[in-house]
């Protein structure tokens, strides 16, 4: 059983929705205060941040060039299958070029950058992103290992392009979700 067999049950959707919910209460609880119920939640997202957290490491282990391959199987799990690799370096923002067709009239330009967690990506470098876009597409992703401003966020949604801003949180949480270093038992 994969998380993704275990998002076909409603009741699993129904408690990752409670999970969501009540994460503030979780993470504020004395653990002895806790019901049975409340503890095994508190559990689950312990080991769940534990595992984020080793992943995260690990992905600072890896060279960069690595990282973007890692991250291209990512892609192609997620059912993006039809992608270009452009050249290592010199590569004008652009690391992956998605195909959401078979013509070619829709592509996703992709970025993928490995940064401490600690570095957050400011207003600066998103301009600098948005400034290197081809206007043959209006599609982007940008993922990294850090996170973001929220001036970086800002003028992502401001663009006139549609930008997907990554964060390590998420990516994580997307390579637990389709299995990607990680093996579930």
């Known amino acids: 059983i994969t998380l993704q067999t275990l998002e076909n049950y409603p009741s699993y959707v129904e408690f990752k929705y409670w999970l969501n919910k009540n994460k503030q209460i979780i993470d504020n609880a004395d653990i002895n205060d806790l019901s049975p119920e ?5 559990w689950q997202t312990t080991i769940l941040n534990n595992l984020k957290d080793n992943l ?5 282990v890896v060279d960069p060039y690595g990282f973007e391959i890692l991250v291209l199987k990512l892609i192609e799990k997620m059912w993006y299958w039809d992608v270009v690799i ?6 004008g923002w652009i690391d992956w070029i998605i195909n959401q067709d078979k013509l070619w009239l829709e592509k996703i330009y992709t970025q993928a950058k490995r ?5 957050i ?7 600098s992103f948005i400034g290197a876009m081809s206007w043959d597409t209006d599609k982007w992703i940008f993922i990294t290992t850090s996170s973001y401003s929220q001036s970086a966020i800002n003028k992502a949604k401001s663009a006139a392009h549609k930008i997907k801003l990554i964060d390590w949180n998420e990516l994580t949480s997307l390579l637990i979700k389709y299995n990607i270093w990680v093996q579930l038992s």
């Open 38 to 42: 409340d503890m095994l939640i508190y």
């Open 56 to 60: 995260l490491e690990k992905l600072f």
């Open 86 to 91: 452009t050249k290592r370096s010199n590569d």
């Open 115 to 119: 940064y401490a967690k600690n570095n």
């Open 121 to 127: 990506i400011s207003e600066p470098l998103i301009r």
